[in-house]
């Protein structure tokens, strides 16, 4: 059973920084592709940051620069770092892996006051 828990949402200010880790149980983590996406209110899930199995990475255009998504085989935890946040960026967060078809976390919010 492939298990993903997020953690570190929460409330910041427009311009400063939060953290996001996913943790993974349950699968070979080492094999998959991890993502992260977000989901505002009365808007579709969307693609944030996505990292391959061979640590290849890919932004959405509205984060690149400002977000930096890695993973540590060794620990199965895929990270968001999230820089110069904007009142854009509240969404509920959701670890995922394998890609939409695959396994997702309960997801964690984010909300950045202007």
């Known amino acids: 059973q492939v298990q993903l828990v997020e953690s570190g949402g929460g409330l910041v200010q427009s311009g400063g920084s939060l953290r996001l880790s996913c943790a993974a149980s349950g699968s070979i983590f080492r094999l998959y592709a991890m993502g992260w996406y977000r989901q505002a209110p009365g808007k579709q899930r969307e693609l944030v940051a996505a990292v391959t199995s061979g640590f290849m990475t890919n932004y959405a255009d509205s984060v690149k620069g400002r977000f930096t998504i890695s993973r540590d085989n060794a620990k199965k935890t895929v990270d968001l770092q999230m820089n110069s946040l904007k009142p854009e960026d509240t969404a509920v967060y959701y670890c995922?892996?394998?890609?939409?078809?695959?396994?997702w976390g309960q997801g964690t919010q984010v909300t950045v006051s202007s």
């Open positions: 995922n892996q394998g890609g939409p078809g695959g396994y």
